[in-house]
């Protein structure tokens, strides 16, 4: 199962190195992983999206909160929260399929960000599905690059 | 304002602060300001002669004293040097603070003379390390360093400091406090917890205490042994909490696991209750982990939340401090007569088959009477430092061990070459306390430079050689599960002699070094001990020296450990001795 794990850090050099050192020596296994600075510029943030059970999760949260360098982690998977991940995509685009495109782009919300002879270049803000479903619309035209960010994320209300 | 001072004279008065005695260091070209200032230091500096050797021997202080040890290296192979010994201690969370030098801020990265990321490289194997990058935190990260090292799981901390930081100058004001965010070690067990544990071992019939090295660094014997003997509960414990439990008491079980005692390992396997204290449920504990007390529930109670069913799916889970547990515990157990055991565990201890034979089959000495002989001449008191192999496990097995941090031994990572340098740690720590190292032949070359050490400072270790010519106990699995092909595990194995050998005899070429000679090259007086009546005689000799003292002890060849639990099987399928094979 995927689970959604939000990590406070602090914001200095060697901590991804320490976070991925983790990882790969007790053998977790990472989809996707994003960092940034929060509010608090001593702070950053990881969105980690795990696969695992709920034991290699159980342990995976241990094993993080033992480093110095973790002030919390929290498995927000079963929380309303809102998840948030980019994909940039560059598309086959010509005179007689580009309006298509455009449309398409639309419905989703997302935005025609460069345009070429030959192609366009897509950004879509979605969770996993929304950008899922975009990558499938347009693969027909010919997807000729595309980059998709870790997911971020953020439990709703009050938490 | 207050004076400026260097980096160097910071690192200096920061350790004056901490309280430290002794640092085990080695000098080199990026820790110069430093040793320039450790010249005219108030605490005393042994040199080892090579770098593993000061870090096991700050380890073998650290764990017989209590003590944080320190060691120093400098960058580079220095700092490589080091990786053993930090992984040794990370294993059997053994408090340490290690500093390196590194080449000078500006040129990191650029694989200068002697650099190498040893904050990288240390990552996976310390508690928490610092690349210092301002002078002006230096005395924060030496303080944050040595409360790291020390509280809850100890471990080692590595600090490295490049060179221009040991130069620079900046005011220096030691913090009284540590605050740190992301480190906040909880020491009280939940109290519901600690309830529910109690009602279980209060109704249990069939309890059994399995104590690990936790419960000597938490200080917590005493806490053990009022709580086992109000509710009559014995103990078993693990190779590290050897010690933990006075083995005289006759609750004691001795040790458990793949070389534990019948009685252990058949209590475990048989048992209704575990209380499991300060360990981790290691797979040489444990056998078949499918099958490791089958019918048993389990409390466990440690101090790191992620060794808490990390193996063992847990009953009743207590996080916190080991002494403050049993404490809490033994207020809320019922006192006891007697336990649901009955006459149980009397029958499986007079199951014990081990080597009792002063001699074995090919008339070279026994290990047995040799530990035997230094339990009874030392009135069981002193400290038993080993290396790792067969002879540890005959160490762990035979001499009783009657108080916590007198057996001295690597456990988890099982580090060949610790125990010699690391019995240096101990004598240096405890200066008016006999030391006797027990090695193999195999074991004790690791780190063999260690007898300049040795002889330079005058440290009375006694130093037991247990020499069967072999590898012993790699050489015992090829004997048991490897048709007995002694694949480059004898130690007398010449260009010479044939490329397959399983039969060792009297035709074998002898075995280089001649300890004795070797001990004389150093001005150590030594002896090679060949009979059983000289055993006793030698060893008083050894003991009425002042200083250090070798004794070769060639032992019979193809001794094996029993029981042994074979790699893989159940706790109670021990094999007994040579012939159930």
């Not at chain 2, 005695?21 to 200032?37: A, C, Q, S």
């Not at chain 2, 399995?210 to 042994?225: D, F, P």
């Not at chain 2, 035709?507 to 004795?516: A, N, W």
Request: charged content about 25%; overall charge negative.
């Amino acid at each position: 199962m995927k689970h959604t794990v939000a990590v406070k850090v602090a914001n200095e050099a060697g901590v991804l190195a320490r976070i991925a050192s983790l990882f790969s020596r007790r053998g977790f296994n990472i989809e996707s992983l994003s960092v940034g600075q929060t509010e608090r510029e001593d702070v950053s943030r990881i969105t980690l999206v795990v696969c695992g059970n709920k034991k290699d999760l159980e342990q995976l949260e241990k094993q993080l909160n033992k480093q110095v360098i973790v002030y919390k982690v929290s498995n927000i998977t079963n929380d309303p929260a809102v998840n948030r991940s980019m994909a940039l995509i560059k598309v086959k685009a010509n005179y007689s399929t580009r309006s298509e495109i455009i449309q398409i782009v639309d419905v989703f919300r997302g935005e025609i960000v460069d345009v070429a002879n030959d192609s366009v270049m897509v950004e879509v803000t979605g969770d996993e599905g929304k950008i899922n479903a975009m990558e499938e619309l347009l693969d027909p035209y010919g997807i000729i690059e595309l980059v998709r960010t870790g997911k971020i994320a953020m439990t709703r209300g009050k938490k | 304002m207050s004076e400026k001072i260097s980096g160097a004279e910071m690192f200096v008065k920061s350790l004056e602060k901490e309280g430290v005695e002794v640092i085990f260091g080695y000098p080199g070209g990026t820790v110069l300001p430093i040793y320039d200032k450790l010249y005219d230091a108030n605490f005393k500096h042994v040199l080892p002669h090579h770098e593993q050797g000061g870090i096991h021997a700050a380890d073998g202080y650290a764990r017989s004293t209590g003590r944080v040890g320190v060691t120093i290296a400098t960058s580079g192979p220095g700092a490589t040097n080091l990786v053993t010994g930090l992984a040794t201690a990370y294993m059997d969370s053994v408090p340490l603070v290690a500093f390196t030098g590194q080449v000078p801020s500006h040129m990191l990265g650029t694989d200068a003379f002697q650099e190498a990321d040893i904050t990288g490289i240390s990552m996976p194997i310390t508690k928490h390390n610092y690349l210092v990058k301002d002078v002006k935190e230096l005395p924060r990260i030496i303080k944050e360093a040595f409360h790291i090292a020390q509280t809850g799981r100890p471990g080692p901390v590595l600090v490295d400091i490049p060179k221009d930081m040991m130069v620079l100058e900046a005011e220096f004001s030691y913090p009284e406090k540590v605050d740190l965010r992301g480190y906040k070690p909880n020491y009280e067990g939940h109290p519901l917890q600690i309830k529910t544990a109690a009602q279980k071992i209060n109704q249990a019939e069939k309890p059994v205490f399995y104590a690990g090295g936790g419960v000597i660094i938490s200080n917590a014997s005493q806490e053990l042994r009022e709580l086992a003997e109000k509710a009559k509960i014995p103990v078993t414990t693990t190779l590290t909490g050897l010690g933990s439990f006075d083995e005289h008491n006759e609750l004691s079980l001795g040790m458990l696991g793949m070389h534990g005692s019948t009685e252990a390992n058949m209590a475990i396997s048989n048992a209704d209750l575990i209380i499991a204290v300060g360990c981790r449920f290691d797979d040489r504990v444990t056998g078949k982990l499918e099958e490791f007390a089958p019918e048993a529930e389990i409390i466990h109670i440690d101090i790191d939340p992620a060794e808490v069913g990390k193996r063992v799916s847990i009953d009743v889970p207590i996080v916190g401090d080991v002494k403050s547990i049993l404490q809490d515990l033994e207020e809320k157990v019922n006192a006891k007569k007697n336990n649901g055991w009955g006459k149980k565990i009397k029958e499986w201890q007079e199951m014990d088959c081990r080597q009792c034979e002063d001699v074995g089959e090919q008339g070279r000495l026994s290990p047995r009477p040799i530990i035997e002989e230094i339990d009874r001449l030392t009135s069981g008191d002193a400290y038993i430092v080993t290396e790792v192999g067969q002879h540890q496990m005959w160490a762990a097995q035979f001499f009783k061990y009657n108080r916590p941090r007198q057996f001295i031994t690597s456990g988890g990572l099982g580090t060949m070459g610790y125990g010699f340098p690391a019995s240096i740690g101990v004598q240096v720590g405890n200066e008016d306390e006999e030391v006797f190292l027990l090695a193999g032949e195999g074991s004790l070359q690791m780190n063999i430079q260690e007898l300049a050490t040795v002889a330079k400072n005058d440290l009375p270790v006694k130093i037991i050689i247990f020499n069967n010519h072999y590898l012993g106990m790699v050489r015992q699995w090829q004997e048991m599960f490897m048709d007995k092909r002694y694949s480059s595990t004898c130690m007398s194995k010449t260009i010479d002699c044939p490329p397959h050998c399983s039969s060792p005899g009297e035709d074998c070429p002898e075995m280089v070094p001649d300890f004795v000679k070797l001990a004389a090259a150093y001005g150590i007086k030594a002896e090679i001990i060949t009979e059983p009546e000289e055993i006793k005689p030698a060893l008083k000799r050894a003991r009425a020296e002042e200083g250090p003292y070798l004794l070769d002890f060639q032992i019979e060849v193809e001794e094996n450990v029993f029981p042994m639990v074979p790699p893989g099987g159940s706790l109670y399928e021990m094999i007994l001795e040579e012939e159930s094979q």
